[in-house]
Nanobody, 126 residues
Framework: QVQLVESGGGLVHTGGSLRLSCSAS????????MGWFRQAPGKEREFVAA????????YYADSVKGRFTQSRDNANNTVYLQMNSLKPDDTAVYYC???????????????????WGQGTQVTVSS
């Protein structure tokens, strides 16, 4: 089992920044890639970003490219999502997830992730 705990959400104005953290514990070595998803009210959960454990390769949704940056600290089993130039459309609950799948095309789909955090609310006011 892998336990994931997100933190860092909050309320910011348009153009502001937030940094989300996701701390992993448990059988972390069985996890390969860490992903971020978000879900706004009335909408489906959507892919935001992913980062591989080995090599630190990153993947981003088109809607966040150039604004969000993901990083990871393997020694401390933590991943980060730096979010800049935030927009009201970024308002959602953000979830951290872990997958053992090592096929890049799979990273974009929530169904391929085995473990999930409880989520952290991000609200961007206009």
């Amino acid at each position: 089992q892998v336990q994931l705990v997100e933190s860092g959400g909050g309320l910011v104005h348009t153009g502001g920044s937030l940094r989300l953290s996701c701390s992993a514990s448990g059988r972390t070595f069985s996890s390969n890639t860490m992903g971020w998803f978000r879900q706004a009210p009335g909408k489906e959960r959507e892919f935001v970003a992913a980062i591989t454990q080995i090599g630190g390769y990153t993947y981003y949704a088109d809607s966040v490219k150039g604004r969000f940056t993901q990083s990871r600290d393997n020694a401390n089993n933590t991943v980060y999502l730096q979010m800049n130039s935030l927009k009201p459309d970024d308002t959602a609950v953000y979830y951290c997830a872990a997958t053992r799948v090592s096929f890049s095309r799979a990273y974009y789909y929530a169904r391929n992730y085995d473990y999930w955090g409880q989520g952290t609310q991000v609200t961007v006011s206009s």
